[in-house]
Structure formats: C-alpha cells, structure tokens
C-alpha cells in the first residue's frame, strides 16, 4: 500500500522573501523494465558494482534499507544462467546481478561516501546527465515512457554538468546528501534494482526536511549546495510519475533562489553549470507567467558578458552569449500582449509598437551576428542551422534550440508588428524555414543521437505550431484597411496563434497542480 505521508506540507521562508513549497509524492514506477536494451544496462550498472565490491573486499555492505532491512550481500557465485545470485540472509527478495567481464579501467572518485552510497543503491547519479536540460518535464517523462529504449542513449550520454562535482561535494552539505540518496533511489529503482516500498517515500520526505531547514538558515540558503538539492529534487520528480506537477514546484523553487543569490554568488564552476542547468526553463516560466525575465537586468547582462569571455570551450561561451540575447524575450512577449489590450491612440501605439520591433530586431541580430562569429573561430564548427552529421554534446544540441525556436518565435513578432508588407512575409517564409529545419532535424537523428531527438521533441510543438498555421499566416495581410481594422486583424492572428500554443504546452506543463 502507498504508505502515509505527513498531512502537512512542511512550511520554509527564506527572510527576505515568498515561501518555498515543496510538495512530496510516494509514486513510484512499474517494477521491472521489459525492454532487453533497457536490461542491458541494468546488467551493467549492476556488474560494475560487484565489481567494485569484490575489488574492495566489500562483502559487508549494508543493504538499501537500513531502517527496515539488515540485509546482507554474501560471497556471490556464478550459476548455470550466467547470472550472479547474490543471496541474503533476512528473507527480503533476492536480487540477480549481471556477470559480466569487468569494465575497461576508468578514473574513478576516491572509495569515499558517494562510493557507499553509488554501492548501495546499484546507480551513479552523474549518469543522469541528460535529464539537466529538460524544460517541460511532462512532456520529457511521456515520450520516455512511450519509447523505454532511449533510456540506455540517455544513460550513456555524458557532457558537462553539474552532477559531475556530486562525487568530490558530497558530505559538504546534509541537505545535498539528503538530495543524492533520494535521485540514487529513483533512479535505481528505475532500472530495476529491488528497493522497499517505503524507501522512497521516507528518503523524499527527508530530503525536503533537510532542504526546507537550510533554506531557513540565513547562512546556508544563498549557497550553491541548497541550489543543487532543488535542482536534484526536480530531477527526482523527473524520473518519477509526473501525474501532478510537481516538478513545477522544484523548479520555481530553484527560479526563487536564482533571483536571490544573483550574479553576485556566481563564483565557481559549480554554480555557472548549476544555472545553466535551469536557465533556459526560466524563460519558458517566465514566458507562461507574462513577466520579463529577471536576466534583463544590467548586473546579469554583464555577468553573461563575463561568463561568454571567461569560458575556453567555444560551445559553452557562446550557450553564454546566446542566452544573454534571448533573455529579453519574456519581457517582448508580454509588451506585445501589454500593447495589443491598450486603448492608445494610433500614434501612442505605433510609437511602442517600433519600440518592441526595435528590441527583437537587435536580438535578432545578436543572434545571428554571434552565430556567425562561432563558426569563424577556431576549430570552426559548423552552422547550427545545417543537419548534424555525428552525436553532438548536449551544449551543442541546446546551442541549436536557442537559434532555431527563438529566431522562428521572433520572426513571428517581425510579422506581426512590422508596417512594411515585404519585410513581414520574409519574417514569416523565416519562421517557416526554421520550424522546417527543427522537424526535419528531429526525423534525421532518430538513429544518429537518439539524445539530440529526444530534446528536440520536447520543443517541437513549437515548431508544428508555426508549421500547421502557414496558411493562415500566408494569407494577403489587410494593409490597404483602415488602421484599426488592420491593427485588430494583426493582434488577433498573434493572439490566437500563440494563446493555442500555450494552452496546448505551457499550460499543460507548468500549472500548478
């Protein structure tokens, strides 16, 4: 039965600002994957642990639940199946360990707790990098579920990120321990390793505790630890049963603590992986809530310019440069909802609506300009426009998020503001190309970077969007009308444009349960 969970929602305030509420769940996945790919790795996640166990001599090793269960792994043998039988000595289940040659040697972290706990629950939390980068995490889990092999691509797929420091920070901080423990459950019990019903529950709740506790400790809430354990704990929600949305709330809780630490506490890398983990799903909150980014600010404008400068991978400085241009997005899409319910007069509303044009042109050409830059600098890559040809990072595949849905979003605010008739059917024929040009890339890595689809189908109703409303959008514009009948054909064609697109994404994804 899923067990009883506190009736009340712990409170946490951090001074100075609006309460944090984290939410708790006890959903759990369906025991036991069916796919043979996804029992692949499973085999060697589970290898490598008995390996490390029978290098060190860990025959001792308590079981992963010490509360409930005083398990204890013996000397294991190889049976006739080729599995290794690992017996216990309490009467919980049995659990069946791959035997495989041992892996190649590979730098490994020092035998220290984030080894016991790796050991203990059967799975290595920096494995998880893939699942970083999500921005509609409902979405992300679906098409998961819906295609169980991308599991192993996702599993495999390594780049750079903050769970990489986990292993050398863990111990440093209860709240990110409490965090760990919790993913590392989560994620082993989705590959099915055996872990008690009422582990889960117990670990998520103490992890919030612990999360809620710092948060309340003016000495500890503005530190990069307290950060990671909310982008942990939305990635445990992630891997989990979206049925609420509850990573909604994980998320606007790490949003909170990005507006309170500022630039200012940005001193590592740690902390630069950390917001660029969360960065891009910031905007898209921001864009559903109709607000201007926070990143508008001059002090996060030169932090970006700083962190563009700083960085030595042409890939990273240019994800830096990239987001400090789109950051004025949220704040364009409101204006124009903002311009479009005014009562102004005609020369009052021309007058803003070239204010916001203005605004999008220079993102545009910031765009485009620092695109080109990128492809001119040493070792040259290619345009983040052309087909991939091999598996790309993840930096580069988000790069390609950036210019692709951006550019084609904004052409659309080209096409709807503009008072010149050819420039806004070439913004339209551009966000047509675009849309085209991200679909098309989806279908062409299914096989290639099965990783790159997975992200691109996440952002792709955007692009069906825009490619599904080309008639309409093609369509003669009224430009010899009365100004008032042109304006109200101009502002209904966007508004029922993009309110279709929100209702269908945004809403879905990110209102609070």
Request: hydrophobic letters at 40%.
């Amino acid at each position: 039965m899923r067990p009883r969970l506190p009736f009340k929602k712990p409170r946490c305030r951090a001074q100075q600002g609006p309460a944090f509420v984290f939410v708790d769940t006890a959903d759990s996945l369906p025991h036991g994957p069916q796919d043979k790919d996804v029992r692949v790795i499973i085999r060697r996640q589970a290898a490598r642990s008995g390996c490390r166990r029978r290098r060190d001599g860990s025959t001792g090793e308590r079981g992963v639940d010490d509360a409930d269960c005083k398990d204890i792994l013996v000397p294991v043998e190889v049976g006739h199946t080729g599995l290794v039988l690992v017996t216990q000595d309490t009467g919980c289940p049995r659990m069946l360990l791959a035997h495989v040659p041992p892996p190649a040697p590979v730098p490994q972290p020092s035998y220290n707790g984030y080894e016991t706990l790796r050991v203990r629950y059967n799975f290595d939390v920096t494995d998880l990098t893939s699942f970083t980068d999500v921005d509609l995490g409902k979405t992300a889990y679906l098409l998961l579920r819906d295609q169980p092999t991308r599991l192993v691509s996702l599993l495999q797929k390594r780049s750079s990120s903050f769970l990489s420091h986990l292993p050398s920070r863990y111990g440093s901080s209860q709240c990110l321990d409490d965090a760990i423990h919790c993913v590392a459950a989560r994620a082993g019990q989705m590959l099915g390793f055996p872990i008690r019903a009422s582990t889960l529950p117990a670990l998520y709740v103490k992890a919030l505790n612990s999360l809620q506790a710092a948060i309340e400790d003016r000495t500890q809430y503005l530190g990069a630890d307290v950060y990671c354990a909310t982008r942990l704990l939305a990635i445990y929600e992630l891997i989990g049963l979206p049925d609420a949305n509850h990573w909604v709330h994980h998320n606007r809780g790490g949003i909170k603590l990005v507006e309170l630490r500022g630039p200012r506490n940005l001193k590592s890398e740690f902390d630069w992986l950390l917001l660029r983990s969360q960065g891009p799903s910031i905007l898209v909150d921001e864009m559903y809530r109709k607000q201007a980014s926070i990143f508008e600010a001059p002090e996060w404008q030169r932090f970006f310019e700083h962190a563009s400068k700083t960085e030595t991978d042409l890939d990273s400085s240019l994800w830096w440069e990239f987001f400090g241009a789109i950051s004025f997005m949220p704040g364009i899409l409101r204006d124009m909802r903002v311009l479009f319910d005014s009562t102004l007069s005609q020369p009052e509303y021309l007058a803003q609506s070239w204010d916001i044009l203005e605004r999008t042109h220079k993102m545009h050409s910031s765009l485009h300009d620092s695109h080109l830059r990128y492809q001119q600098r040493p070792p040259y890559p290619p345009s983040l426009f052309d087909l991939p040809v091999c598996v790309e990072s993840t930096v580069r595949v988000r790069l390609r998020g950036f210019l692709l849905y951006v550019i084609m979003y904004i052409s659309r605010v080209t096409a709807t503001l503009s008072l010149n008739e050819a420039e806004c059917a070439a913004s339209e024929a551009e966000a047509q190309a675009f849309a085209a040009q991200a679909l098309l890339t989806e279908k062409m890595t299914a096989q290639l970077d099965p990783t790159m689809t997975w992200h691109l189908e996440q952002r792709n109703a955007l692009a069906h969007s825009i490619i599904q409303t080309r008639h309409f959008w093609a369509s003669h514009l009224p430009y010899g009308r009365p100004w008032e009948e042109q304006k109200y054909y101009l502002a209904q064609r966007w508004l029922h444009w993009e309110d279709s697109w929100r209702d269908s994404v945004l809403t879905v994804e990110l209102e609070e349960a």
